[in-house]
Structures are given as C-alpha cells and as structure tokens.
C-alpha cells in the first residue's frame, strides 16, 4: 500500500514451502528514498497505523536536514565513548586521562545501554543538575559536557547520530588573578628547597608551565651558545614548539644547574639527561615544600600556575610586543593573552603618571600659544 508523496507501507511477502502459496507477513514495513537510495525498515507492529506514523517521522526527518534511520537509532552512548578514547589515542592528545575521567562520569548517568537519540537537551541538563547535586565543580561539569559534545561530533561525522543536542556550558567565576612581584617571588624562593629553587627561577622568568613544560625540559633542550631553552613541536599544549631567549638570569641559573649536575654524574657514575632533578631523579611533586615556602613567605594559598601570570605581566611591563610575548610565553590567541595580562596596582598608577605627564604637555602647549598671539 502507498502513501501518497511519502513512499509506501507495505507487508512482505514470501511463498510457503509447503504449499506453494504466496502469503503476506503480520509485520508492516516501509519503503521511502532520500537522495536516490531507497531504505527499507521494519515497523516491528502487526497494526498498519504504526508503520505510517514511522513513514512521517523519517519524512520529518528529511525535512530538517537529517535522516534518523534504523542505523542511527542503534547508536549507543559506549559507541560514541568509544570514538573519543579512539580519536585522542590516534592524534596522541596529552589529555586522555581528562576525557576518560569525564566518561566515566557521563557513564555512571547515562548508563552503558542508553541510545544516542535519547540523549537530548533537556537530558544533558538534568544530568548538570545531578552534578551539582554531587557538589562537583562547574568547571569539572564543563569539562565533561565538552566530553559529551565531542562524542556527538565525532559520531555525526561517522553518520552514526542525526544530529548533536544543544548542550549549554555553566558559566565559571574562578578566574584566578594571583602574580607575584620580585619581592615576593625572591621571599619564596629563599625557602624553597635547593633542588627546587633553578626550577622555580625558570617558571618565574619564562611562564612555562611547571610540570609538562619545564620539569620535563633535558640537557638537550639549552642551548648556552646560541642563548635559547626550547620546547620541541608536539610537547606542549598547542603542539606548537617554543623558544625563550636566555636572559641574564635566566642564564646564570642554567649554568650553575648544569655545573652542579656534571659535578653529580661524575660523583655517581652515570648520566642525568634531566635538567631540574631531585639527586639525579626527575621532579615529580613538591607540594608540601611549595606550601609551607608560600607559608613562611607571607604569601599563602599561592599556586605554581601564578607564575605564568607573572611573567605576562612582567613582560607587558618591559614593553615587549605582544605578538612576541605570545610565542615566548605559549598562548595561542590574544583573548587568552589577555586573561593573564592582568593590570596590577604599580602598572595603572604608571599609566595614570603617563596620562597625567600629556595632559601638562597639553596645557603647557596651550600656555605658550597664548604667548605668542600677544
């Protein structure tokens, strides 16, 4: 039986081995073409009024843009998780463990056996509203919907989904503006632990980050002759490579680093490739010493990650270019730049010094024109 300008409903049928008859199955299908491929789906009900409202819910479909079929309607919330594990294993993304953590969170909610169709919008809320019901942080439950935005854009991509929901992020007020000014970062330094203090020096002056981007930095990455610590394409967070010039004190820590552990290779017998190490061993944690150091100093609840705040303040304060200032530091675009460009009390009391010395230049030019048109 046709639908007139849908396609058609219809039962199959088969003829019986038995007695030659050709007979029709209780089950309606239907019948209906997009973009010259014709699909066939079963209706899975004996009553013919069901196949025809499946006919118009694909024809809907079509109407806006994408078809939903049987396939699509099969995907599962474990096939879109697995898409992701997947794509951050083939591109080698650093942040694996993040994405995992956050599909373990998306899991427990929405179950091994949830369809991708039923994970709509007004779900994705309710699974926020749970969230914070378990007191996690916006942050952390963004963290997770861009998880979950991932795993609906990848299976879009495959023609696995119709579609990804709109999924709306928590708006965050956790900006941290902490910095240090050179007294406060030498009071630190000074009580910090000797084996942590060449490493605390080169966060402060370049902005790397400490862990992925500085505790990971060999013998190789110094260049002394040329005057460059570099970080090779594919370490850091955007991939990208990076090179910051050796300043003068920059340099003199370098220096007497490496001094003291040529001096440590020779005493123990064997090579040290890193450059910061604990007795020859990497850095792995020095949380206690760097809390009671920020104690002592007058400047608690301090955290590594204000280095890098520092040393975009300090280089907006030397006038370096920003275009420059970026690729030293390793920002991508000026937007994030300038959340760690932050203007402290000393730089807008300069510029008001500033804005006052032009408007006396200003007065002074008005004062010695009226003197000459006497």
Not at 65 to 82: H, I, N, S, W, Y
Not at 95 to 123: M, N, P
Not at 155 to 175: G, I, S, T
Not at 275 to 286: D, T
Request: charged share 30%.
């Amino acid at each position: 039986m046709k639908t007139r300008g849908m396609g058609r409903v219809y039962r199959p049928k088969y003829r019986d081995k038995k007695t030659g008859e050709t007979k029709e199955i209780p089950t309606w299908w239907v019948q209906y073409c997009q973009r010259g491929k014709v699909y066939r789906e079963s209706s899975h009900s004996a009553n013919r009024i069901d196949a025809v409202r499946l006919l118009r819910k694909r024809h809907g479909e079509m109407g806006k843009g994408g078809l939903v079929g049987p396939d699509v309607e099969k995907t599962t919330f474990e096939d879109m998780a697995a898409m992701v594990m997947a794509d951050y294993k083939a591109n080698g993304r650093s942040s694996i463990d993040r994405v995992e953590d956050a599909i373990d969170h998306l899991r427990g909610f929405f179950g091994g056996t949830s369809r991708a169709v039923d994970i709509t919008s007004d779900v994705a809320t309710a699974y926020v509203t749970a969230r914070q019901d378990e007191k996690a942080a916006n942050s952390t439950i963004n963290n997770e919907l861009s998880a979950l935005k991932r795993m609906f854009r990848l299976a879009e991509r495959a023609a696995k989904v119709a579609q990804c929901p709109y999924v709306a992020k928590l708006q965050l007020n956790n900006v941290r503006k902490g910095f240090f000014e050179s007294e406060q970062f030498d009071s630190v330094l000074s009580r910090l632990p000797g084996d942590l203090k060449p490493m605390a020096v080169c966060a402060y002056v370049t902005g790397w980050r400490v862990h992925d981007e500085i505790l990971t930095r060999q013998r190789h990455h110094v260049d002394l002759r040329a005057g460059w610590l570099r970080l090779e394409p594919g370490e850091t967070k955007n991939r990208k490579g990076r090179m910051f010039p050796l300043t003068p004190r920059l340099r003199e820590v370098l220096e007497k680093q490496i001094t003291r552990t040529e001096a440590l290779q020779r005493a123990m017998g064997q090579i040290i490739p890193w450059l910061f190490h604990r007795e020859g061993k990497p850095i792995k944690s020095f949380r206690r010493s760097w809390i009671t150091a920020c104690r002592l100093a007058g400047v608690p609840g301090r955290i590594p990650h204000d280095f890098r705040r520092s040393a975009v303040r300090n280089l907006e304060r030397a006038g370096v270019p920003r275009s420059a200032a970026m690729e030293m530091v390793g920002h991508k675009t000026e937007a994030i730049y300038r959340r760690y460009a932050i203007a402290d009390e000393g730089m807008l009391r300069e510029a008001g010094e500033k804005l006052s010395a032009l408007h006396q230049a200003d007065e002074q030019r008005k004062s010695f024109g009226k003197v000459l048109a006497k």
